[in-house]
């Protein structure tokens, strides 16, 4: 059977997707524009598709592991591989959602064993240095980087990537959106400050302490509840991040003027 | 009474950051934040020191408290962390992975 195949490189790691379906290969193409590399893969999936079933609302995501082996299941796909072989496959209906979901927890996966941490944030780049915004649904991630100059290079709306290098850590483009449905650049930058957001009457940076910065970060980081080792390298890599990024909260007003504090 | 002996569950992560010690529970993501005594008894809860030695050395050394009054609190105190699944106690000394030492 013929497959088709493209490679994915977020945040340099490379994961190739397969499938039999050429219009489906075409849909993750678009998806991922941007994003697409020829190097050598350092996971690769075949994805499987099935007929949708109704989806569960109530249905979380479950993340399971034993061993190098490691489970995904939400309504809506199932996802299994191989840590040491580096292959796996999804079982997932023909919407690039699921093939997303899938992405964004291998990414985390492999990210927080080495300091890094995927975030439910947006960043962008500005003169050079990267900021991340996080916080809850509703607290104007999309909005923060929908709102940004042109001189503004728009890493992410919805889900952030922070790698480690050294002492040093540096935020990467995703191509995973969210409510603006626009992907970021695949471009990186040195983490220059990450800051908790809150909407409020005027626009000012407030210091974080610490032990608070932990616990709202914390909140906004993806790992999972069936991994114990993984989520201990999260607080690790959380951790990490408090101690070496500046850390504060951002109170704004919906307006583009808010970007003066980061020119 | 016979010694007790604590030690932090190994399926926990914890930090001191900015005078707070925050403890995280790795089995469910809980996160606790733990006030100066009971950071220092966190911090030496080895498996292998009695309590009674740890607010001994640590926790009447360093605060001007009763010794009986400080070894209570302190048995109240481990004992939430255990009711939590965050901390060990056992009559007989722990070995580093919380089980009993060979």
Redesign the interface.
């Known amino acids: 059977m013929t497959r088709h195949g493209l490679t994915v490189e977020v945040g340099g790691v490379p994961i190739r997707l397969e499938t039999a379906s050429e219009p489906y290969a075409r849909v993750l193409a678009q998806r991922f524009d941007g994003f697409l590399t020829n190097a050598t893969p350092q996971l690769e999936f075949a994805i499987e598709l099935v007929d949708p079933e109704e989806p569960d609302p109530d249905d979380d995501l479950r993340v399971s592991r034993r061993g190098h082996a490691w489970t995904i299941r939400r309504s809506d796909c199932e996802a299994e591989f191989d840590m040491r072989s580096g292959r796996g496959r999804i079982r997932q209906p023909a919407h690039p959602y699921a093939t997303d979901t899938v992405m964004r927890v291998v990414h985390s996966l492999l990210l927080a064993p080495t300091g890094g941490l995927l975030v439910h944030a947006s960043s962008a780049v500005s003169r050079g240095r990267a900021f991340v915004f996080f916080g809850k649904s509703g607290t104007g991630k999309s909005t923060m980087v929908g709102m940004a100059p042109d001189d503004v290079t728009v890493l992410s709306e919805e889900i952030s990537y922070v790698r480690r290098e050294g002492d040093a850590y540096v935020a990467c483009g995703t191509p995973f959106t969210g409510e603006l449905n626009r992907r970021g650049d695949n471009v990186e930058a040195p983490l220059a400050g990450m800051f908790h957001l809150v909407q409020g009457s005027d626009d000012r940076i407030e210091p974080l302490?610490?032990?608070d910065a932990?616990?709202a970060l914390?909140r906004c980081v993806l790992?999972f509840?069936g991994d114990?080792?993984g989520?201990?390298h999260a607080?690790?890599a959380a951790?990490g991040v408090?101690?070496s990024v500046p850390m504060g909260q951002l109170v704004f007003r919906r307006h583009p003027d808010v970007w003066r504090l980061f020119a | 009474m016979s010694p007790r002996y604590v030690a932090r569950h190994p399926?926990t992560?914890s930090?001191q950051?900015?005078?707070?010690m925050?403890v995280?529970s790795?089995?469910?993501?809980r996160?606790f934040?733990l006030n100066g005594v009971g950071a220092v008894i966190w911090t030496a809860a080895d498996g292998v020191t009695p309590l009674s030695e740890i607010v001994a050395a640590a926790v009447c050394a360093g605060y001007d408290v009763d010794a009986s009054v400080a070894l209570q609190d302190a048995e109240a105190f481990v004992a939430e962390l255990a009711e939590h699944g965050m901390m060990l106690v056992s009559d007989e000394p722990l070995a580093s992975d919380g089980g009993p030492r060979p």
């Open positions: 302490g610490p032990g932990l616990r914390l790992y509840d114990p080792v989520t201990q607080f690790a951790c408090v101690d | 399926m992560a930090r950051l900015g005078g707070e925050i995280m790795a089995g469910d993501s996160l934040t």
